[in-house]
């Protein structure tokens, strides 16, 4: 069974830092990892997809990068602004075993970027 | 192209009545789900598609009941809506490949009093 992991729980900086968020997953068969933006109320804003065979993808201040061997994918916020401020989620698209085709995501992580 | 439509946005019950929250998709999508979101605990799957006629339960499937008939739609029903069922619902449409990503609903916040 898939199970979703992100640290931290919860993330306070300054703004104009740059920062780290992780999502690490037990079972590498997955087709792909996706990243998503969800504001207090709101709904899920996807920010980056990562395929299974790729090892980042870039979107602005954004970059996701995907080591399957070791379970792990990470997004890198530069220069954070308090407009990024947010709940940040993860989930496994999964390839295999019990988890073929289901989404698993992580708890989240949610950021507060203070000027 | 309306991607993932989802309805009610809020909704309150009360303990005992029954509602079926609606989620279709125009992207010919051959997967579909569930899922519900608490406080501190992301999104939990509660049951999903993986065609018309086809569907399997998830992590937290107690107390909903789905069908598929068409490939658009796939419909969430609470049986005898509990206070335990007082959340963020959230349906998801995608295919199993490896370059697409997947689609989200608006969410419904449910409530039951």
Request: aromatic content about 8%.
């Amino acid at each position: 069974k898939q199970e979703v992991t992100q640290i931290p729980a919860a993330l306070s900086v300054p703004e104009g830092e740059n920062l780290v968020l992780n999502c690490s997953f037990t079972d590498s068969a997955i087709y792909n990892l996706q990243w998503f933006r969800q504001d207090p109320g709101k709904g899920l804003t996807s920010l980056l997809l990562i395929q299974s065979s790729q090892r980042e993808q870039t979107s602005g201040r954004l970059n996701a990068s995907l080591d399957k061997s070791s379970g792990r994918s990470t997004l890198y916020i530069a220069a954070s602004q308090p407009g990024d401020s947010a709940t940040y989620l993860c989930h496994c698209s999964g390839a295999g075993g019990t988890s073929y085709g289901k989404l698993t995501f992580g708890q989240g992580t949610i950021l507060t970027v203070h000027p | 192209n309306a991607g993932v439509t989802q309805t009610p946005k809020f909704q309150v019950l009360k303990t005992g009545q029954s509602m079926t929250l609606q989620c279709a998709q125009d992207m010919n999508h051959e997967y579909m789900s569930w899922y519900r979101q608490d406080p501190g605990m992301g999104l939990r799957l509660i049951h999903y598609s993986v065609g018309a006629g086809i569907t399997d339960q998830g992590e937290v499937p107690n107390g909903y009941n789905v069908s598929r008939s068409t490939t658009e739609d796939f419909p969430l029903r609470l049986l005898s809506a509990a206070p335990s069922q007082t959340s963020v619902y959230f349906c998801a449409s995608y295919r199993v490949e490896t370059d697409t990503e997947a689609f989200f609903g608006q969410g419904t916040r449910l409530t039951v009093v």
